[in-house]
């Protein structure tokens, strides 16, 4: 029997099914928008799908808390596909259901991971956290409509928190969770800092805090050696950097 594909190469083999594929309708974006939405609306499903499914398993609050905030990114993501025009990949919102089968088989794939012990299932959601930074990243430089941009940066923010979350609680329980997607030094630059708000949350303060995430964001797309490096590091997986972002 095979080696189970890691997450990355299962990302791009979802990826490349999506193109090409009568999912996306004529509308005012181009092949790579459409196909960037339909796959995000359907990773943003895995995350909630594995967190639901991990907090039933181990009772922790950190894997509720979080499913929440994945399913208000798939509403916002589901919001875009509306007003573009473009077909929703989910028929079926029931947890682990797919169109994709290739998503299908990646949740399964991390639930029995993740299943192993509590630290194995935090690993996991620090795991995926870091995989949506580095995609919503590369995709963000692909896309000109504005309203899709300012969703990917609130939702690239969003995951930013959530990796600090699941990491903090994996050095608490004395683990250590490494980078795997995005460079070491994004990756030490977000876990180093304070929780970050939208603007509309905080006052002066807050959206201090803000534009400090936005710099850090900023420092996300100038530093390419940092994305290079997140292609390389997929490329060695399974060609997951040219494969996800032909069209998590």
Same mark, same amino acid.
């Given at each position: 029997?095979?080696?189970?594909?890691t997450?990355?190469?299962?990302?791009?083999?979802?990826?490349?099914?999506?193109?090409? /594929?009568?999912?996306a309708?004529?509308?005012?974006?181009? /092949?790579?928008?459409?196909?960037?939405?339909?796959?995000?609306? !359907?990773?943003?499903?895995?995350?909630?799908?594995?967190?639901? /499914? @991990?907090?039933?398993?181990?009772?922790?609050?950190? @894997?509720?808390?979080?499913?929440?905030?994945?399913?208000?990114h798939?509403d916002?993501?589901?919001?875009?596909?509306e007003?573009?025009?473009?077909?929703?990949?989910?028929?079926?919102?029931?947890?682990?259901? @797919?169109?994709?089968?290739k998503?299908?088989?990646?949740?399964?794939?991390?639930?029995?991971?993740?299943?192993?012990?509590?630290?194995?299932?935090?690993?996991?959601?620090?795991?995926? !956290?870091?995989?949506?930074?580095?995609?919503?990243?590369?995709?963000?430089?692909?896309i000109?409509?504005?309203?899709?941009?300012?969703?990917?940066d609130?939702?690239?923010?969003?995951?930013?928190?959530?990796l600090?979350? @699941?990491?903090?609680?994996?050095?608490?329980?004395?683990?250590?969770?490494?980078?795997?997607?995005?460079?070491?030094?994004?990756f030490?630059?977000?876990?180093?800092?304070?929780?970050?708000y939208?603007?509309?949350?905080?006052?002066?303060?807050?959206?201090?805090?803000?534009?400090?995430?936005?710099?850090?964001?900023?420092?996300?797309?100038?530093?390419?050696?940092?994305?290079?490096?997140?292609?390389?590091?997929?490329?060695?997986?399974?060609?997951?950097?040219?494969?996800?972002?032909?069209?998590?």
């Amino acid at each position: 029997m095979k080696k189970l594909l890691t997450m990355g190469m299962m990302i791009a083999i979802a990826s490349s099914a999506v193109v090409g /594929t009568a999912w996306a309708k004529q509308g005012a974006l181009d /092949t790579a928008e459409k196909d960037s939405l339909v796959l995000m609306r !359907e990773e943003e499903k895995l995350a909630r799908d594995v967190y639901l /499914t @991990f907090a039933q398993k181990w009772d922790n609050k950190v @894997f509720y808390n979080i499913s929440q905030a994945e399913q208000h990114h798939m509403d916002k993501i589901g919001q875009l596909l509306e007003k573009y025009q473009v077909a929703d990949p989910i028929q079926n919102d029931s947890i682990g259901e @797919f169109t994709n089968p290739k998503m299908r088989e990646l949740y399964q794939q991390l639930v029995v991971e993740g299943n192993k012990d509590l630290l194995s299932a935090l690993t996991i959601g620090a795991k995926i !956290e870091d995989l949506d930074i580095a995609d919503l990243m590369k995709d963000s430089q692909s896309i000109d409509e504005a309203d899709i941009l300012q969703v990917y940066d609130n939702l690239t923010r969003g995951s930013r928190n959530h990796l600090r979350a @699941f990491n903090r609680t994996i050095n608490q329980m004395g683990g250590e969770y490494k980078n795997t997607y995005i460079s070491s030094e994004l990756f030490n630059q977000i876990i180093h800092s304070d929780k970050e708000y939208g603007k509309h949350r905080q006052g002066k303060h807050g959206q201090g805090k803000h534009k400090q995430g936005k710099d850090c964001q900023g420092k996300q797309k100038q530093g390419k050696h940092g994305q290079g490096k997140h292609e390389q590091g997929l490329h060695k997986q399974g060609k997951h950097g040219q494969g996800r972002h032909a069209q998590h």
